[in-house]
């Protein structure tokens, strides 16, 4: 089975730029969250989605930051303008949460975000 | 609120080494506890978990017990490898039903030859 899936794997910009980074989650999942990871802050939980709709931003740190759910198969966070500080690996994950409980999250294996 | 707390890396053995890595947590009720590790330029793979108290999760010679006396699921191995060099990251879901997973800061492992 595919897992969850990230894209650009890798991404150099320059600063002012916009960045978007997109993930498409396992199928059948209901749970999306984007977390951003950095050597200073470890790992951060920005936004969580359930069922398509934001349940928690409260970790997006600023307005520059944004993200969508359209549907159920696909993400997107939008970085404008980015700033050199936002340069950081951002991880989507996956999970189904259901009337049983919450099962595993799975992780992408990130988006590289250098801002220069 | 919920936290989880690891111990400090970064951890240097030898090959064949035993492990313990700690961690400790805060949280209301039973939650659901996880090891996750990343190897070098990876994403974070479930390594292993436990969903009740003295439940115990194990994979690839990684074990875990949950123990809620002492709000603790430390991950030990008894052979490491050099392989095995990577973060671990200790983790929970929150209170609620909200799947949010809180993780520990990670800790470092590195094996020497």
């Known amino acids: 089975d595919a897992g969850v899936i990230q894209s650009p794997r890798h991404e150099v910009t320059e600063m002012g730029q916009e960045v978007t980074l997109r993930c498409k989650p396992i199928s059948g999942h209901n749970s999306l969250f984007w977390y951003r990871q950095t050597m200073m802050r470890g790992l951060e939980l920005l936004i969580y989605f359930n069922n398509n709709v934001p349940i928690d931003d409260s970790g997006m740190p600023e307005d520059r930051f944004s993200a969508k759910m359209p549907n159920a198969s696909f993400s997107t966070l939008k970085i404008q303008p980015s700033e050199p500080r936002d340069s950081a690996v951002y991880f989507c994950?996956?999970?189904?949460?259901?009337?049983?409980?919450?099962?595993?999250?799975?992780f992408g294996e990130g988006s590289w975000l250098t801002v220069v | 609120g919920d936290s989880v707390t690891q111990m400090e890396g970064p951890v240097t053995l030898s090959e064949e080494a035993c492990l313990t890595i700690?961690?400790?947590?805060?949280?209301?009720?039973?939650?659901?506890l996880f090891w996750y590790v990343q190897y070098p330029g990876e994403g974070l793979q479930l390594l292993l978990k436990?969903?009740?108290?003295?439940d115990k999760g194990s994979n690839k010679g990684f074990e875990a017990t949950y123990r809620k006396e002492t709000t603790s699921f430390h991950l030990e191995k008894g052979s490491v490898q050099v392989s095995d060099s990577a973060v671990y990251f200790c983790?929970?879901?929150?209170?609620?039903?909200?799947?949010?997973?809180?993780f520990g800061q990670g800790t470092t492992l590195q094996v020497k030859p």
């Open positions: 436990a969903t009740k108290a003295d």
């Open positions: 994950a996956s999970s189904l949460v259901g009337e049983r409980g919450r099962n595993t999250i799975y």
């Open positions: 700690n961690c400790t947590y805060t949280a209301t009720g039973y939650p659901s």
């Open positions: 983790a929970l879901y929150g209170s609620g039903n909200t799947g949010k997973l809180i």
